[in-house]
T-cell receptor
Framework: NAGVMQNPRHLVRRRGQEARLRCSPM?????VYWYRQLPEEGLKFMVY????????ESGMPKERFSAEFPKEGPSILRIQQVVRGDSAAYFC????????????FGDGTRLSIL | EDQVTQSPEALRLQEGESSSLNCSYT??????LFWYRQDPGKGPEFLFT???AGEEKEKERLKATLTKKESFLHITAPKPEDSATYLC????????????FGEGTQLTVNP
């Protein structure tokens, strides 16, 4: 019974490049959430998606960041023209329903910007 | 402003020395409080959900309780393998489906 799968686990990019982070939710889960953990800071919500729909993107920077959860395949968090400040751990979580059900997390993608 | 505050930031215990971690919140319309454990290099691992004041949940050496203003995670006779960062997060009526996390308590249990 696989948990939330994220890849890659580590990603190194140079300033100005694009970063693509992937997340496959737990089996039977159709709700996906992305959080960011900056060094020495807590987890911060970025975006909440269901299949083919963005439900809440209020925590996501307006510029350069986008997310999708297509009908087939994993959810993707895309960061264009990365900057040093994007260096962080990005975590994906999933739940079978939205609302106040527990969210189960993957082990994250550590993004480093050179 | 809605806030979730965890204390202490760090806690060192000897094996077998029981203690409690605190999570206080100033949010409106609380609909659930979650406790997670996070090991270095890993994602948060779900432990408990508490939905209403007075509720308690237990799992092995851990017991979580909830009041109208705070939650406690009690650790009874801890072992070195309980060493981790413990996170609490709240779910509010007004926050859609997002969780608002505290910054965690880093627990170290020495043998």
């Amino acid at each position: 019974n696989a948990g939330v799968m994220q890849n890659p686990r580590h990603l190194v990019r140079r300033r100005g490049q694009e970063a693509r982070l992937r997340c496959s939710p737990m089996k039977g889960h159709s709700h996906v959430y992305w959080y960011r953990q900056l060094p020495e800071e807590g987890l911060k919500f970025m975006v909440y998606l269901q299949k083919e729909n963005i439900i809440d993107e209020s925590g996501m920077p307006k510029e350069r960041f986008s997310a999708e959860f297509p009908k087939e395949g994993p959810s993707i968090l895309r960061i264009q023209q990365v900057v040093r400040g994007d260096s962080a751990a990005y975590f994906c979580a999933s739940s079978p329903q939205g609302s106040n059900q527990p969210q189960h997390f993957g082990d994250g993608t550590r993004l480093s910007i050179l | 402003e809605d806030q979730v505050t965890q204390s202490p930031e760090a806690l060192r215990l000897q094996e077998g020395e029981s203690s409690s971690l605190n999570c206080s919140y100033t949010v409106s319309g609380l609909r659930g409080l979650f406790w997670y454990r996070q090991d270095p290099g890993k994602g948060p691992e779900f432990l408990f959900t508490l939905y209403s004041a007075g509720e308690e949940k237990e799992k092995e050496r851990l017991k979580a309780t909830l009041t109208k203003k705070e939650s406690f995670l009690h650790i009874t006779a801890p072992k070195p393998e309980d060493s981790a960062t413990y996170l609490c997060a709240v779910f509010q009526e007004t926050s859609g489906s997002r969780l608002t996390f505290g910054e965690g308590t880093q627990l170290t249990v020495n043998p």
